[in-house]
C-alpha cells in the first residue's frame, strides 16, 4: 500500500519540467493560434500552474497575473471588506470560517448564494467574485463563500463536510437571515465548481436542503481525465493541464485519480444518479481540460430530466474569464451565468 505523500508525488511527477513557473511570454505567436484574438496577450502574461507535493507552498502563494490590457476601474462594492463568520461545523466537525457578502442587511425573503472558491482542490480561499456582489446589491442576496479545508492535508470528507456545514447554516438559520429556504444556490468554478456540484449532490441524498441553482463555472468534475483517460485532443495545453489534474483529484482522494480505488459516489463525473438535482448552470470553454467531462455532466443532468443552461465558449482556455477578463467573450460569459442566476433566484 502507497502512503499519501508517496501518492501525491507520482501525480505531480513531470509538472516541474513544464516550466516551474515560467511565463509563456516567450513562445511564439504561431503557438496560441487556437486562441481567442482577445485573450491571446494575457494569456501570454500568465505563469504555467507549474503543482506538485514538493512545491505545494509555493503554488498556494504564487503571485496574482499582470494584465495585458488596462481594466476598468472596479466600483466600490469590490473594496468591501468581508466580515469573518464562523459557523458551526457538522457533528465532530471543526467550526467552519465563511467569509460574507450581504446585498441587503434586513431584507426578509430574499436569494441566498453558497460560492466555493477554486484552486484545483489544493489551493486558494474564500472570497466572492465582483460581478457576483454586484448581483447580490441588486438582488439584495446574502452570499456565503466557504474557506473549506484544503487538500492534500484534508481529503473530500473534511472539504464536503465544511461546505455542507456552511449551506446547512444558512438553510437552518434562513429566518434569522431573511433567507427565502427555497431561493438557496451554490456555485463556484473550476474546483470551486465541483465541490459546488458535489455539494449539490449531497444535498440531494441527505434530503435536508432543496436547492434552487447550481452555478458550475469550468466545473472540476472527473478524476479520470488526464489519469486513465485522456483529454480531448486540443484541450488542457493552457493553464490547467492533465498533470496538474492528477495532483490535484489525487490530493483530495487519497488515492490515485483514475484508479479503481477512487470511493464510491464522490466523484460527480462517475456518478449516474443525477435525477432530482437542482437546475444548473455549466460552461466551459472549448480548449479548456474540462471541456468533455462538463459536457458530459451537462448531458447526464439532462437525460436526468434536470434543467440546463449550457454555454460553450468557443477558443477559451480554463478560467479564461479571470485571465482576460475584458475580452469580450469573457465580459458576455459573465454577463450570462449572472443573469442565469438572478432568474433561478427570483
Request: hydrophobic letters at 45%.
Amino acid at each position: 500500500m502507497q502512503n499519501r505523500r508517496d501518492i501525491l508525488k507520482g501525480a505531480g511527477a513531470g509538472l516541474l519540467l513544464a516550466g516551474s513557473g515560467t511565463a509563456w511570454a516567450q513562445a511564439p505567436v504561431a503557438r496560441f493560434a487556437d486562441v481567442d484574438p482577445e485573450m491571446v496577450d494575457d494569456l501570454r502574461l500568465l505563469q504555467e500552474m507549474v503543482v506538485s507535493a514538493d512545491n505545494l507552498t509555493a503554488f498556494r502563494h504564487r503571485p496574482v497575473a499582470r494584465r495585458a490590457h488596462p481594466v476598468p476601474p472596479p466600483p466600490p462594492v469590490a473594496s468591501v471588506k468581508l466580515p469573518v463568520v464562523m459557523v458551526p461545523g457538522l457533528p465532530g466537525q471543526p467550526a467552519v470560517r465563511t467569509v460574507q457578502f450581504d446585498g441587503a442587511p434586513g431584507r426578509k425573503g430574499r436569494g441566498a448564494v453558497i460560492w466555493i472558491h477554486g484552486g484545483g482542490y489544493v489551493a486558494g480561499a474564500a472570497g466572492i467574485p465582483t460581478d457576483l456582489r454586484l448581483a447580490a446589491q441588486r438582488q439584495g442576496w446574502l452570499v456565503v463563500s466557504v474557506d473549506y479545508r484544503l487538500a492534500p492535508e484534508a481529503t473530500y470528507a473534511g472539504s464536503l463536510a465544511d461546505n455542507y456545514a456552511a449551506l446547512r447554516w444558512v438553510h437552518d438559520n434562513a429566518a434569522t437571515l431573511g433567507v427565502d429556504r427555497s431561493r438557496i444556490a451554490v456555485g463556484g468554478a473550476s474546483a470551486g465548481g465541483g465541490h459546488a456540484a458535489m455539494l449539490a449532490l449531497a444535498a440531494r441524498d441527505r434530503g435536508e436542503v432543496k436547492l434552487a441553482y447550481q452555478v458550475l463555472i469550468y466545473p472540476m468534475l472527473d478524476d479520470r481525465t488526464g489519469s486513465s483517460r485522456p483529454g480531448k485532443p486540443g484541450t488542457g495545453r493552457y493553464v490547467w493541464t492533465a498533470e496538474a489534474n492528477r495532483f490535484g483529484w489525487s490530493s483530495l482522494l487519497g488515492v490515485p485519480a483514475g484508479s479503481a480505488q477512487v470511493p464510491a459516489g464522490i466523484v460527480p463525473g462517475r456518478r449516474r444518479d443525477l435525477a432530482g438535482l437542482a437546475p444548473a448552470f455549466v460552461g466551459v470553454g472549448t480548449l479548456d481540460l474540462f471541456l468533455d467531462e462538463d459536457l458530459a455532466y451537462a448531458g447526464g443532468l439532462r437525460a436526468a430530466g434536470v434543467p440546463v443552461d449550457l454555454i460553450v465558449v468557443p477558443a477559451a482556455f480554463h478560467a479564461f474569464d479571470g485571465a482576460a477578463p475584458i475580452a469580450r467573450a469573457s465580459l458576455d460569459f459573465t454577463r450570462r451565468w449572472i443573469a442565469y442566476l438572478e432568474k433561478a433566484l427570483t
